[in-house]
């Protein structure tokens, strides 16, 4: 029978992690002196969430995460989610969009290439998959649910647009604000990420303008590239 974690055991990682939110199991077992399984242990009493990204390597404590509206939370390069597993989240993500996501929107939310657990995804029925225009969208499995989303990403993409700057119509003040605000929560993306973590969330803006909100506010970015090399998977 395993013995449950002891009262030190659990109060020596709490310790670690109030020097540092974020830890591999080296570190732990380093701190404990104790086995991987006793880590585990004490980690199970405590509660504990596994990173998406590194490949499951960063461990943290439930009461520090401060998760976003999707679920998801940083640490420097390392990610989190409050669904756990990569495949969980996206499956997370898929079912709140009202128009679904692109490849490339997935990205810009999750931080990470997810091109191989897309195709699982679907090749497992979990999510499904639709051509609009010229890109793939990644649906709901339920049929009824997914041809609500398609209609939602039609109508986005046949949005009209003003003339009086060229293809890309300046945006509101609304839209600039919403810019702003995620150039602040994502420091590091440039102008094309920020637009499409904007798209993920059902806000409609091109990369070019995005690029001009960034011109007129002197945010110092790297310019978007053209829209014909826009992803397509």
């Known amino acids: 029978m395993t013995e449950p974690a002891g009262d030190d055991q659990v109060e020596a990682v709490q310790r670690l ?3 540092k939110p974020v830890a591999i199991l080296d570190q732990l077992q380093r701190a404990l002196g104790s086995s991987e399984r006793t880590v585990f242990r004490v980690l199970d009493r405590v509660g504990y969430v596994t990173s998406y990204s ?3 390597r960063y461990y943290t404590l439930k009461s520090i995460p401060a998760f976003d509206e999707h679920g998801l939370w940083v640490y420097g390069e390392v990610r989190f989610s409050a669904r756990g597993t990569l495949r969980a ?23 990470l290439r997810v091109h191989n657990t897309l195709k699982r995804l679907v090749e497992t029925h979990q999510i499904g998959r639709e051509r609009v225009a010229a890109l793939f969208v990644y649906v709901d499995a339920d049929p009824e649910r997914a041809a609500a989303q398609i ?10 647009t003003s ?3 060229g293809p890309h119509p300046p945006l509101d003040l609304a839209r600039v604000v919403d810019v ?11 102008a094309r990420g920020i637009a499409a973590h904007l798209r ?11 690029e001009e909100v960034f011109v007129r506010s002197h945010v110092k970015k790297k310019t978007v590239r053209s829209r014909s090399r826009r992803s397509r998977r």
């Not at 692109?102 to 999750?110: I, K, M, N, R």
């Not at 209609?151 to 009209?160: F, I, K, L, S, Y």
């Not at 993920?200 to 091109?206: C, I, L, S």
């Open 17 to 19: 992690f109030r020097r």
């Open 54 to 56: 590194h490949a499951g």
């Open 89 to 111: 989240t996206l499956v997370f993500l898929i079912r709140e969009a009202p128009g679904g996501h692109t490849h490339e929107e997935f990205e810009a939310l999750v931080g």
């Open 151 to 160: 209609a939602q990403r039609r109508e986005r993409e046949h949005q009209p």
């Open 163 to 165: 003339p009086s700057f």
């Open 180 to 190: 702003l605000l995620a150039v602040i929560h994502h420091p590091r993306k440039d």
């Open 200 to 210: 993920a969330t059902g806000v409609v803006v091109d990369d070019e303008q995005v």
